[in-house]
């Protein structure tokens, strides 16, 4: 089921004319509404977004995979396409974007590389603590130079027990 992230200023002219191509002829969409907080963080650099869900009778073209979009490429394709018609969109909602705390899918990825729930609790509770003042850049890269070190030591035992085990 794809999904268009855009921001709400452009709300209107979406539902009256659909979704337009970029530059190239391409239209952005993504296919897990858990990845949209972090595309809107992330890569558009938006406080607030509209999620719009595209029936699939409005997509025309294959999916192609993006690939170019970090942790979130799985999840995200382009559709060469020149518009998606007006008819065939859903307004989802407008939603703001999470900075202070983790989503889901900031635990499903952190969990993916190793992190424990509690590391990314910490991780955030840092930026939380950098982005109000209360600590200064270098504290902050100093804490998460902690998690990191006791991440990479949990990962050191599941290792050695690994190879134990052989």
């Known amino acids: 089921m794809p999904f268009h992230l855009s921001h ?37 650099f938006l406080d607030r977004y509209d999620v719009f869900w595209i029936t699939p ?11 170019e979009c970090g942790i979130t490429s799985p999840y995200q394709f382009r559709i060469r396409q020149s518009r998606v018609a007006e008819q065939f969109l859903r ?11 983790p989503t889901a899918w900031d635990y499903f990825y952190w969990k993916r590389v190793g992190f424990l729930n509690e590391d990314v609790n910490d ?11 209360r600590i200064s850049a270098e504290q902050a890269n100093a804490h998460f130079a902690e998690i990191t070190k006791r991440v990479n030591a949990r990962l050191q035992v599941r290792r050695r027990v690994k190879l134990s085990r052989k």
């Open 57 to 67: 009778t409005g997509i025309t073209a294959e999916l192609e995979p993006n690939l």
């Open 8 to 44: 709400p200023d452009e709300r209107d002219a979406i539902i009256s004319n659909g979704i337009e191509a970029d530059a190239e002829g391409y239209i952005d969409v993504f296919t897990d509404n858990m990845v949209a907080n972090t595309i809107a963080r992330d890569q558009l």
């Open 123 to 133: 991780q955030f509770r840092i930026l939380r603590d950098f982005r109000a003042n």
């Open 91 to 101: 307004l989802m909602g407008e939603h703001e974007v999470v900075f202070d705390r």
